[in-house]
């Protein structure tokens, strides 16, 4: 009888070996599955985070630009500031310096289309043969002016 209970506690023993064996297997695949989980948590955080980079670099990129732009709306601004609108033939309209001398034959006249585009394009002065007429050309937008004399020659 002795030795059945011994054999009995034995057995006892070996089956709590087994659960603890067992318990310390579900609790490694339990943490194994944490652990997973976590992984894939942080995975999804550095994704996130590199997006978010991506995104304030382009972000950053257009402050950029809209500066660079604005900084050339200054510069346009200051720039025109030296030019004025003025009637250079009958119906014809041309940038001038606002401090030329002389007459306006001699002046640099910029294309009012360009110039109201931000570019500074001067008008060429070119004879035509026909009905003793001139114009003025602009390089830049093609546009051909004609008159007859320029408003300050007689």
Known sequence: MYAE?????T???AALELVKAGKGVIDQATMASALYEVQQRLMDAQGAALQANEETFKLS?????????????????TEAQNYELTQVAQ???????KRREGKLV?????????FAD??????????????RERSLRCARCKDKLVFRHFVDQS
């Open 118 to 131: 931000h570019h500074k394009s001067i008008l060429q002065m070119q004879h035509e043969h026909v009905n």
């Open 61 to 77: 990129k257009q402050v950029r630009d809209l500066e660079a732009q604005l900084a050339a709306v200054e510069e346009w601004k």
């Open 11 to 13: 057995a006892v023993k």
């Open 106 to 114: 001699d002046a640099v006249k910029l294309c009012a289309n360009c």
């Open 91 to 97: 119906g014809i309209a041309a940038w001038t310096e």
């Open 5 to 9: 209970i011994q054999g009995g506690f």
